[in-house]
């Protein structure tokens, strides 16, 4: 009995050192491939060959995918790319005199963020198709570090209508840092302050960032503010 005890001490303990979190791994994918337009693509991805990279990688090209205004049907980033460069060729077979420049689409994503528990990847998004300007946007990705599922806003933050009211504060102390001196009734379009759509985890706490056009006009740009762990803790479902 001596001799079992210490063994099966000794397989726990190993059990245990096999069964810690093991964070995921990425690296920066980029796609080489030549277009007419002027196409770059750089992204994270997973690089672990099982099923959480592979959910992963899946998450985050379908989120890339509907950043995109053309993109709605198409479920492969390769094939959005062509179809951005054909549509390209196809303005300049058509209208042979027009003067535009080259079309442009630039794709690029960031891990800003990864714990045990979640995963924050921004993703930003160029397209210029001539005109005055091009279209841009950053859209944060959460996802469950375990599985790799995306997580929305309600599986993050508990009690939105009070959360509201915390990010509302931390709002109108970013305004007070601005050099334009804006206001709230500057912004939100004559409506009561709203939560963004895009909320993402970086080092600093939870970030809240409007895109182009969310609460302002095109000339003021993107509007973002962070909010501390250390407030953030009564609200957040995860760790």
């Known amino acids: 009995m001596n001799r079992i005890i210490p063994f099966l001490i000794f397989a726990f303990t190993l059990s245990s050192c096999t069964s810690e979190f093991k964070s995921v791994v990425f690296e920066i994918n980029s796609i080489d491939t030549e277009f007419e337009a002027d196409i770059t ?12 990279s592979k959910t992963i990688n899946f998450n985050v090209e379908k989120a890339i995918i509907a950043t995109l205004s053309d993109a709605a049907k198409k479920t492969n980033l390769e094939a959005v790319l062509q179809d951005f460069n054909s549509e390209y060729l196809n303005f300049k077979n058509d209208i042979p005199e027009a003067k535009e420049p080259i079309w442009e689409l630039h794709i690029e994503t960031e891990k800003t963020y990864q714990s045990e528990a979640i995963i924050t990847i921004a993703i ?9 300007h091009g279209n841009d946007k950053i859209q944060f990705l959460n996802l469950d570090a375990k599985t790799g599922n995306i997580l929305n806003q309600n599986d993050i933050i508990d009690n939105l209508a009070e959360f509201k ?17 804006l206001k709230m009734e500057d912004l ?4 009561p302050f709203q939560l963004p759509e895009n909320i993402g985890f970086s080092e600093e706490g939870l970030v809240m960032l409007y895109n182009v056009y969310e609460i302002a006009s095109f000339d003021q740009g993107y509007t973002e503010f962070a909010i501390p762990f250390d407030e953030l803790e009564p609200y957040l479902k995860v760790n």
Not at 41 to 52: M, R
Not at 165 to 181: G, M, R, V
Request: hydrophobic fraction near 30%; aromatic fraction near 14%.
């Open 165 to 181: 009211k915390l990010a509302q504060t931390h709002f109108i102390k970013s305004l007070e840092t601005e050099e334009d001196n």
């Open 188 to 191: 939100f379009f004559g409506k």
């Open 124 to 132: 930003s998004t160029y397209e210029f198709k001539g005109g005055a």
């Open 41 to 52: 693509v750089t992204y994270d991805k997973a690089i672990e060959n099982n099923q959480l």
